[in-house]
C-alpha cells in the first residue's frame, strides 16, 4: 500500500483547502470493498486525532470538531482521496496524513484496529 499526501499549504482564517491522498494497494487484488480511508492530523506535542474516514462503499465518518466545514470523499477510477476544508480555524493548523487499511472503518473505531499504512504527511497552515 502506497500513500502520497498533496495539496497543504497557507490559507487564511475562514479560507478553504483540498487535500489529496494518491493511493494505491488499498483494496487489492479482489477490488474489495472493505477497506477504510482516513484523514489524520497533528501538531507538535500532541498525539495524533483522527478527521475523517471514509469506506470502501462510500459510508463517511467525521470528527465533530470538523462536522459541517470537512467533507471526505474518493475517487475510485483515480485511486485518490479528498479531504475538502471550508470555514479553516486556526486550530486546524496541523500535518495531515491520509491512511489506510483492510478492513472496514468501524473495526478502527470499534475494533481496537491501528491503520498500518501512511502518508508522509501536507501540512496546513491557518493564519489568523
Known amino acids: 500500500v502506497q500513500l502520497v499526501e498533496s495539496g497543504g499549504g497557507s490559507v487564511q482564517a475562514g479560507g478553504s483547502l483540498t487535500l489529496s491522498c494518491a493511493h494505491s494497494?488499498?483494496?487489492?487484488?479482489?477490488?474489495?470493498?472493505?477497506?477504510?480511508l482516513g484523514w489524520f492530523r497533528q501538531t507538535s506535542g500532541e498525539e495524533r486525532e483522527d478527521v475523517a474516514t471514509?469506506?470502501?462503499?462510500?459510508?463517511?465518518h467525521y470528527a465533530d470538531f470538523v462536522k459541517g466545514r470537512f467533507t471526505v470523499s474518493k475517487d475510485d477510477t483515480k485511486n485518490i482521496l479528498y479531504l475538502q476544508m471550508k470555514g479553516l480555524k486556526t486550530e486546524d493548523t496541523a500535518k495531515y496524513y491520509c491512511?489506510?487499511?483492510?478492513?472496514?472503518?468501524?473495526?478502527?473505531?470499534?475494533?481496537?484496529?491501528?491503520?498500518?499504512?501512511w502518508g508522509q504527511g501536507t501540512q496546513v497552515t491557518v493564519s489568523s
Open positions: 494497494g488499498v483494496s487489492g487484488y479482489t477490488g474489495s470493498t472493505k477497506y477504510c
Open positions: 471514509i469506506e470502501g462503499d462510500g459510508g463517511t
Open positions: 491512511a489506510a487499511m483492510r478492513r472496514v472503518c468501524d473495526a478502527y473505531y470499534h475494533g481496537g484496529f491501528v491503520f498500518k499504512n
